[in-house]
């Protein structure tokens, strides 16, 4: 049993590297072969072989799984079915764009499931085997891919060219620098930068597609080991990288961050004090740095000024309308599940899935935020679902990243083990107050043998006092 559970232990240290990398494919010509991945499926064999006690709960968990996706699956086929007619998709972003026709049993349906798959396999694995030892391999894996993220803006400053020499993903030529295929594509992640005064700085987005999907990934693993680790440096180095981001998404993270934080501990006056004078000094010292960066980062994009600004607004208001105008069992349960794909998760639940699996999702990922104690550790992870969630609803569509469901799966860890100790108390509390009445009983039966002839004979017949 020991060797069993060492190499479920084994497998998660490796994994943890590659579970944050998603521009390296291992079959570049095969979207969503990265490492991390396809380790989600090669843990369906590990499980089954060196799962333990554990494995009899980790199928019941992807059981249930699939029976989810499969009401979701007939009930918006259904829908689809009964539809008076079909939508028009000319003004949305379809996950297969070269089916702008197909309406019902999209091919994309199926595609996109692969991807959830790998995700509830990840979060299965995480869910039953997690162990506190996993949190150094964690600590040390997105540090590491922090510090990579790190040298390709040093790369870019020094050189002027981009620096990533791992991702081979490819991605549409909007993307800009890097190898132009003949199809258009563009091999390697997202390359984008901003002007501070003039100077051309890359935004850091590591190995990830883009820098808001590095913010939604990283984020919340500083808040977990901002809270946890005893080890300072490498929760500075990830809080950086996320600085270099320069993404709105972060901003949005951070202030459920705070949200949370304040609600716990309320707001201490001379901390507070201090900490608006240090940054009225920094505001003063850099205030045309940081407002022209507060202008790119948040002003424009709100207006719609900056290209992902503009789509963002535009692909937000087409997939409402879409929604709005569709049947009242399409409202209920979408129209499918990864048909089309919006620039934000809120309005691609609601017209895949409908209000039904949005609210469902959402409460996936909410609920251990209602459950959780207020431990640091407990709050960490009620800060990592909430900003999650608000995250991935706002400014990231994108649902099958591992790394952010690294934490809710483990927020649901010791929302169980919360759950459990609270269970070992109240047996400890019952036996002992039966233990208690057992007691008392005792030494009322004593008390009663020599109690009560002595006052019988106070008595005479009938009770008659003598």
Known sequence: MKEKAALTDLYYRIWAFAMPVTSFLVMPSIQGTTIGYLMCFLSVPLVLLFGGRARKHWMHFVGAALVVWLLMLCTSQLADVMAPFDPDFSKIVLVDETD??????????????????????????????????????????VTLFALYGMFEVAYYIVTGQPGDFISNRAFGDQFGKGVVRSDGT?????????????????????????????????????????????????????????????????????AMYSIIRVRKLGINPVKALIGLFVLGVIAYLLQDYI?????????DKLEGKTESGSDRSLLFVESMSLWFHASPLNQLFGIGFGYIR???????????????????????????????????????????????WTMMMVSVPEFAYLAPWTLVAMAYVRVRALRLARRHVDANAAANAMQASQDGAAIGTAIGRHVRPEIGSRFGPRGRPL
């Open 342 to 388: 919006s620039t934000d998760l809120f309005s691609t639940l609601l017209v895949n899935t409908g209000v039904v699996g949005t609210i469902f999702i959402s409460a996936l990922m909410l609920y251990p935020a209602f459950r959780l104690d207020w431990d640091p550790r407990g709050m960490a992870l009620r800060q990592c679902c909430a900003a999650t």
């Open 186 to 254: 563009v091999n390697g992640s997202s390359f984008q930068q901003i002007d501070i005064k003039g100077i051309p700085i890359q935004r850091l987005k590591a190995l990830t597609g883009e820098p808001s999907m590095y913010a939604m990934s990283i984020f919340p693993f500083w808040v977990y080991f901002n809270a946890t680790s005893r080890v300072r440096w490498p929760v500075w180095i990830i809080g950086l990288s996320l600085l270099l981001t320069t993404s709105s998404t972060v901003l949005i993270g951070y």
């Open 291 to 299: 407002a022209d960066l507060f202008k790119q980062m948040v002003m």
């Open 100 to 141: 702008p026709f197909t309406f019902i049993m999209r091919k994309s349906m199926f595609t996109q499931s692969i991807y959830v798959a790998a995700v509830v396999l990840y979060a299965a694995y995480v869910y039953h085997y997690y162990k506190p030892t996993w949190d150094q391999w964690i600590l040390a894996a």
